[in-house]
């Protein structure tokens, strides 16, 4: 079964860091871009942070530019969002997604919640 699991949300105080993390299973993430979105209950899903497969380039939205940090490790096939300097409008659900084709996004995990809360 091919699926991606994300891990490390929670509840934490403006100003504080959590890191996300992505394992996939059923594949290797070696060959896919992987992008971070995260969506607010009646928004639209938002694009915050993806890692290419070639050359690891990153993109950040404007949002999280400075503050958030997308990272991965092919060998524990695993792919990290370090977030640091949350703020209250960081609170989303974070979903990791894997793209074989540019901006095609085929795999989602279940989401994990993140809160920015004092």
């Known amino acids: 079964q091919l699926q991606l699991v994300e891990s490390g949300g929670g509840l934490v105080q403006p100003g504080g860091s959590l890191r996300l993390s992505c394992a996939a299973s059923g594949f290797t993430l070696d060959s896919y871009a992987i992008g971070w979105f995260r969506q607010v209950p009646g928004k639209e899903r938002e694009g915050v942070s993806c890692i290419s497969n070639s050359d690891g380039s990153t993109y950040y939205a404007d949002s999280v530019k400075g503050r958030f940090t997308i990272s991965r490790d092919n060998a524990k096939n695993m792919v990290y969002l370090q977030m640091n300097s949350l703020k209250p409008e960081d609170t989303a659900v974070y979903y990791c997604?894997?793209?074989?084709?540019?901006?095609?996004?085929?795999?989602w995990g279940q989401g994990t919640q993140v809160t920015v809360s004092s």
């Open positions: 997604s894997a793209a074989l084709v540019a901006g095609n996004y085929i795999y």
